[in-house]
């Protein structure tokens, strides 16, 4: 039931700066993708064909499942942690597509114009040099928003490394056997440690959320809420009294319409 | 949550497992990046929503004045601009706004929304709009969508910034109509002469002999002279006639689009008659009448006059409750959709949470009843209805329609489907109205002055064949003199052509229009024939053409002439 928010013109700088990122970063990836693998083929024919359909409508989520796919299948197991400059790199490459795709499609969502026809009358002008001020501030915005991002990304990936470095990495620790203890493989048992820790984590922020959102809720929300909750609770009761009352209605209807049928009146349909 | 960021989520838990269980640090940390990146992303979307939100300032501005006006016009166009400003932390991104229009408002320049696409301080927007009819305009508020940059997390608001202004009708102006009466060469017939009373005009009334008080300027010093005594002069002057309008507001005149109705028309014509008559010193009154009650309007002159009956003609313009009608499917996406617009955060599951169902045991209709259920709490919270009412909303089909006409009425949805359904209600609401305006009529004769203008503005189209009803009334008054004037508005709002021959329609609509011009004329021809027979006058439309015969007629009472000898078409 979601109402339609008109589309209309957003400043087309920023559409067709997230364009032109999402096509640097969909040309880097499909010319890195698998490699010299023997199926690298298939799978940048595959990519190219999601990409499209990726600008056209679909999400950042399933050009992500290819990058986990080249890491699952290309990457070596390793029992140390150790970030190579093939780590840092596609992390690079597949968190940054994830963000200019996400925008762009968010972009592309509220706009009435699909980017790709305009994005060249967009840059001769930009060329040409009309409107430079709007341009330049505009794209100062665009830069400052990306920055802030990356920004925040890599706060999160050095945040990530911690955790990943601060749980333990299996084997034998102290004389510890996640084996004899606990009958689970060492990967086994970092999963699990870390599962449980992160969720802990999560659900805590969880709860604070929730309770703020409670606490928030105005007075219209918290009726409706009251509402709600006793009808989950009593609704089957009402719903029966409810449909014996209209059915002693509609019996009561048909009997006048009948008698006034019989009487010779119009009847009163309703 | 979007759809986008469950598949992240879930892609990155299945990346972090996935990674860890296989030693691939890479694809571990990757995914962990992106887990942690959604959380952030996460709290920091609750803390706009929170924090930012609920202190935002609207300021809406129309026509560039600070202060709202209290009136604006019918057919007028309105500029306005709406300001937001944070005034804690900032607006964005992305902020989707628009301004919640009213049906009786079309916008003709901008959009009426923005997108805060970045952090800043205030956004504003500005648009053109044209008002459609005569009535209240209600500006309800501003619809948002606030999401992140990046589409993950999405919240409907709706932020309330009320602002009511009365619509006045609009009106030709006096300079654009003349009377259709000839004035050239109009010799009145033997003995008739102009309304007259004594007063201080330019042109001689009459003599009469000098009495103590009189003024000595006005003896007439050489008939005195000749008579031997002292005569008076006595001035004449004009004595303005009375118009009264009766303005039928029954149900058949209001249905349709604003500006559209057949209500409108007849509102037009008599804000346009009041303005002319006021312009030449007339009195106006008005009856205003409909199926709940009847409104007089007495008769006055000058500007305050003549405001005081376009604000009753205004408010005469609203619409009442609607009538009465079945549930149907449209009705039905009609309230959703009103009730997503106006009160998306009253439809959040969380808060409106659904009670478990076996039955129906279709997914699809229980889908249905849980859609339902969503507008029955929402109905039941506005109109402080019980819990159990609820379930009669949500099974009850006419006490569920009831509510929601209810609604959508107060939320000044026009009378078309499928609020109202534009069935042919023709001869029986033609006589409910005809019973009314013989009251209407009978109780103006009976507290008439002399030499009154009658203007009846009704919907008597459908009951052309038999007015018999309204025949009593209408003698009445034109024995005592008065002149009736019939102005019966066109349901195609254009005046049936009489030369057929001109185009030929080849596609439906047009033959549909021509059948119905047919009718038309018909009936107009059958209605003309009844009422001209008793001397009243006829005009089938609610434009300029009924008008000028009304002041037409106006001249004639106050000349005083039978006949309108060399009266233009």
């Not at chain 2, 044209?130 to 990046?150: E, F, N, Y």
């Not at chain 2, 009608?325 to 409106?352: G, H, M, W, Y």
Request: charged share 20%.
């Amino acid at each position: 039931m979601k109402p339609a928010i008109q589309e209309h013109s957003i400043p087309r700088i920023w559409l067709h700066a997230y364009f032109g990122l999402t096509l640097v970063f969909g040309f880097l990836l499909f010319w890195l993708l698998f490699g010299e693998t023997e199926f690298a083929t298939a799978a940048k024919l595959i990519f190219l064909a999601v990409f499209i359909l990726t600008l056209k409508r679909w999400t950042g989520a399933v050009l992500f499942v290819f990058c986990q796919l080249q890491l699952l299948f290309l990457e070596p197991a390793s029992s140390t942690a150790f970030f190579s400059f093939d780590a840092l790199m596609w992390s690079g490459l597949s968190l940054g597509m994830l963000v200019v795709v996400s925008r762009y499609r968010t972009l592309q969502d509220r706009d009435t114009v699909v980017a790709h026809r305009s994005f060249f009358s967009t840059a001769r002008e930009a060329i040409n040099g009309n409107q430079p001020d709007v341009d330049a501030a505009q794209m100062s915005e665009v830069f400052r928003q990306l920055t802030k991002c990356v920004a925040t990304l890599l706060l999160c990936s050095m945040v990530a490394w911690g955790i990943l470095d601060w749980f333990p990495t299996g084997g034998s620790l102290s004389g510890f056997s996640s084996i004899r203890e606990y009958r689970l493989t060492p990967n086994g048992y970092r999963l699990l440690i870390c599962s449980i820790s992160l969720f802990c984590g999560f659900f805590v922020a969880w709860l604070l959320v929730n309770e703020l959102c409670w606490r928030k809720l105005n007075a219209r929300q918290s009726r409706i809420y009251l509402h709600s909750v006793l009808l989950k609770f009593l609704y089957r009761d009402f719903r029966s009294v409810t449909k014996r009352r209209l059915k002693r209605r509609l019996k009561r209807r048909r009997k006048q319409a009948k008698s006034s049928h019989n009487n010779g009146d119009i009847p009163i349909i309703d | 949550m979007t759809t986008r960021s469950r598949w992240l989520v879930l892609l990155g838990i299945a990346g972090l497992a996935l990674g860890i269980l296989r030693n691939q640090h890479t694809l571990a940390w990757m995914s962990l990046t992106v887990l942690l990146w959604l959380f952030v992303e996460w709290t920091s979307f609750y803390w706009r929503l929170w924090r930012e939100l609920p202190f935002v300032e609207i300021e809406r501005t129309i026509n560039d004045q600070s202060a709202p006006p209290k009136y604006l016009w019918a057919g007028r166009l309105v500029r306005i601009r709406v300001r937001l400003t944070a005034v804690s932390g900032t607006l964005g991104p992305t902020l989707l706004v628009r301004d919640c229009m009213p049906e009786n408002m079309q916008i003709e320049s901008g959009t009426g929304d923005t997108a805060v696409l970045y952090r800043q301080q205030e956004a504003m927007f500005e648009y053109t709009a044209r008002i459609r009819g005569a009535g209240t305009l209600r500006l309800s508020g501003l619809r948002v969508v606030v999401q992140d940059a990046h589409g993950f997390f999405r919240a409907d608001r709706f932020l309330a910034c009320e602002q009511t202004f009365r619509v006045l009708p609009a009106f030709a102006s006096a300079g654009d109509l003349r009377s259709t009466l000839k004035q050239v060469n109009a010799i009145p017939l033997h003995g008739i002469h102009r309304l007259q009373q004594t007063g201080l005009g330019a042109e001689l009334l009459e003599l009469r002999e000098y009495v103590p008080g009189d003024p000595p300027k006005s003896i007439a010093w050489k008939v005195s002279a000749r008579r031997q005594t002292l005569m008076t002069r006595q001035y004449e002057s004009e004595v303005p006639v009375r118009v009264r309008m009766f303005v039928d507001g029954s149900i058949s005149t209001r249905v349709g689009g604003y500006g559209c109705r057949l209500l409108d028309q007849m509102i037009f014509v008599a804000a346009s008659v009041a303005q002319s008559a006021v312009a030449a010193g007339d009195p106006v009154g008005a009856t205003l009448f409909d199926e709940r009650n009847s409104r007089r309007i007495p008769a006055s002159g000058g500007q305050k006059g003549f405001y005081r009956l376009l604000d009753a003609l205004s408010e005469f313009a609203d619409n009442p409750s609607p009538p009465r009608q079945k549930l149907s499917k449209q009705l039905l996406t009609a309230i959703s959709t009103l009730c997503s617009e106006r009160f998306p955060e009253l439809l959040d599951p969380r808060v409106n949470q659904r009670p478990f169902m076996v039955f129906p045991l279709s997914p699809s209709r229980q889908k249905a009843l849980q859609e339902r259920r969503l507008i029955a709490c929402i109905l039941a919270e506005r109109y402080g209805l019980r819990t159990d009412h609820v379930v009669d909303l949500m099974h009850d089909d006419n006490q569920f329609a009831q509510y929601a006409q209810r609604m959508l009425a107060e939320f000044g949805v026009a009378w078309m489907d499928p609020l109202v359904s534009v069935r042919d209600r023709g001869f029986h609401d033609g006589m409910a109205t005809m019973e009314l305006l013989s009251k209407a009529l009978t109780d103006a004769v009976a507290t008439a002055r002399d030499n009154e203008v009658y203007v009846v503005m009704a919907n008597l189209l459908e009951c052309a064949t038999n007015i018999s009803q309204l025949l009593p009334a209408l003698k009445v008054a034109l024995s005592r003199h008065h002149r009736v004037v019939f102005v019966v508005p066109t349901p195609t709002f254009r005046r049936p052509a009489e030369d057929w021959a001109v185009d030929d329609p080849t596609d439906v609509e047009s033959l549909l229009a021509r059948a119905e011009d047919l009718r038309t004329t018909e009936l107009q021809g059958r209605l003309k024939q009844s009422l001209h027979r008793l001397g009243a006058r006829v005009s089938l439309s609610g434009e300029s053409q009924a008008i000028r015969m009304i002041l037409a007629e106006t001249e004639l009472s106050r000349s005083g002439r039978a006949s309108r000898a060399g009266v233009g078409s």
